[in-house]
Nanobody, 125 residues
Framework: QLQLVESGGGSVQAGGSLILTCQAS????????MGWFRQSPGKAREGVAT????????AYADSVKGRFTIFKTNAAHTVFLQMNSLKPEDTAMYYC??????????????????WGQGTQVTVSS
């Protein structure tokens, strides 16, 4: 089993920055990709950014391109999401996810079997 723990959420004013951290533990050897997703009340969960630990390939939702950066450590299965120029519409619960497959869209939540509990990000105008 793979366990994921997120941290780093909080409240910030529009234009501010936050960095989220996802620490993976347990059966990490088969992890092929990790990502950040978010969900606002009444909305479907959506992909924000993903990374393939092996090669470093990344993918971003159009709404966060140029503002968010996903990166990882090599030694440990830790993935970060640097969020700059935050907007009120970025307000959501942010979840870390991991998968052991590489097929299917990397920003599609259904392609990830392992999930953290989430960390809240609130951006005020």
């Amino acid at each position: 089993q793979l366990q994921l723990v997120e941290s780093g959420g909080g409240s910030v004013q529009a234009g501010g920055s936050l960095i989220l951290t996802c620490q993976a533990s347990g059966s990490t050897s088969n992890t092929k990709r990790m990502g950040w997703f978010r969900q606002s009340p009444g909305k479907a969960r959506e992909g924000v950014a993903t990374v393939y630990p092996g090669g470093g390939l990344t993918a971003y939702a159009d709404s966060v391109k140029g503002r968010f950066t996903i990166f990882k450590t090599n030694a440990a299965h830790t993935v970060f999401l640097q969020m700059n120029s935050l907007k009120p519409e970025d307000t959501a619960m942010y979840y870390c996810a991991a998968g052991s497959e590489t097929w299917g869209g990397s920003l599609v939540p259904d392609n990830y079997p392992y999930w953290g509990q989430g960390t809240q990000v609130t951006v005020s105008s």
